[in-house]
């Protein structure tokens, strides 16, 4: 079996080309390193079932030979980066969402799209489940990243409607872990960063909004499963963990976790950033027989130590 990932550089990515390796799969690992890094997949260049292609998946995409799945996982995931990028983040996943899912349809391969809880926006409901539609901007500043995951939602269940494309989309939620750039961003990596040097750990707002954290074998756990898995065409999944915490309880328990001596700060409030985040992962857990299995603390304590390593590098 032949897989296509795209983002292979990056966060889930790799990890994704790893789990496909070692479970047989031959990996066909395509990025632009726009947010990932060769460090990531460096250990898989030479492998007899690998191959990387440095490639934009903006553009027309086309691979001899037969490809059974294809991962759609191209695109800047952390706010930082999207609102850095913001039309590079609206093409690859409008137009790269229609290129590999033109090059799926071609290759009569399964199809993945790496969706988000973005969809959601500021949710109304509490804990989302994959019937609510969501609140979402269309023209904030995070509108680039949740408005072309909408987008691209639509356009897989468009492939699925009119050409019978087996499409499947994973909701992911906030997922940490080794190989996050410890300077992209995202909470958890920027928190874990500011303990270890002993700097203040920077809150947007009141620390009162939540996050519920996934730890990435867990999350790479359930796309495997969504992957593989018969008689899924046209289903969407949330994938997370529904533990839930505030911003606030998240930055004293780094600060515990690191025995660091920073102090936290309140920074001004980001635009719409979404007050509370919770999945509900009801159907993962009755269709998929998926569940996280690693608890917060358990999963930051591997990551806090992946992390000591590598502070002093700019990764
Ligand atoms: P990441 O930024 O680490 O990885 C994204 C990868 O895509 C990078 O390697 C980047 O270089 C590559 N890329 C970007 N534009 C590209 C292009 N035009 N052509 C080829 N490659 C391109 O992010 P991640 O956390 O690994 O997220 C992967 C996917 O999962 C994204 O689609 C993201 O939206 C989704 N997701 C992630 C999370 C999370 O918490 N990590 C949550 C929800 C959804
Ligand atoms: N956050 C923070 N300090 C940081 C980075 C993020 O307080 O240095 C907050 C952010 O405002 C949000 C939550 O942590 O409420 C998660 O942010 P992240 O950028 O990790 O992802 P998001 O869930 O917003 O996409």
């Known amino acids: 079996m032949r897989v296509l990932i795209t983002?292979?550089?990056?966060?889930?990515?790799?990890?994704l080309c790893d789990r496909f390796i070692r479970e047989g799969f031959y990996v066909i690992g395509m990025d632009n390193f726009l947010t990932g890094s060769p460090n990531n997949i460096a250990h898989l260049f030479g492998h007899p079932s690998f191959k990387f292609l440095h490639y934009n998946v903006v553009n027309y995409i086309y691979i001899e030979g037969k490809v059974d799945v294809v991962v759609h996982l191209a695109c800047p995931a952390s706010p930082v980066d999207y609102i850095k990028n913001p039309i590079h983040t609206m093409k690859v996943d409008s137009l790269g969402t229609l290129n590999t899912l033109g090059f799926a349809k071609l290759k009569g391969a399964r199809y993945i799209f790496a969706s988000s809880s973005e969809v959601y926006g500021s949710?109304?409901?509490h804990p989302q489940p994959e019937t609510y539609w969501g609140y979402v901007n269309p023209i904030g500043p995070r509108s680039v990243y949740d408005?072309?995951?909408?987008?691209s939602e639509a356009l897989c269940m468009a492939y699925y409607r009119e050409h019978g494309l087996d499409v499947r989309i994973a909701r992911i939620f906030n997922t940490y872990g080794q190989r996050m750039r410890i300077k992209d961003g995202r909470v958890i990596p920027t928190f874990i960063e500011k303990a270890l040097k002993g700097e203040p750990l920077p809150i947007y707002g009141d620390g009162l909004q939540t996050r519920s954290f996934c730890y990435i074998d867990?999350?790479?756990d359930g796309l495997f499963k969504l992957s593989l898995r018969d008689g899924l065409e046209g289903e969407v999944f949330n994938l997370g963990n529904p533990e839930e915490i505030t911003i606030i309880d998240l930055a004293r328990l780094i600060v515990e976790l690191t025995e660091s001596s920073s102090q936290i700060v309140?920074?001004?409030p980001r635009p719409?950033?979404?007050p509370r985040r919770c999945p509900d992962i009801s159907k993962a857990k009755?269709?998929?027989e998926?569940?996280?299995?690693?608890?917060?603390?358990?999963?930051?304590v591997e990551v806090v130590s992946w992390f000591r390593d590598r502070v002093g590098l700019s990764l």
């Open 7 to 15: 983002g292979a550089a990056g966060f889930i990515g790799s990890h």
């Open 123 to 125: 949710p109304h409901v």
């Open 147 to 151: 408005e072309a995951k909408r987008f």
């Open 218 to 220: 867990d999350l790479i």
């Open 266 to 268: 309140n920074l001004p």
């Open 272 to 274: 719409d950033d979404p």
């Open 286 to 288: 009755s269709i998929l």
């Open 290 to 300: 998926w569940e996280p299995k690693t608890p917060l603390t358990h999963g930051l």
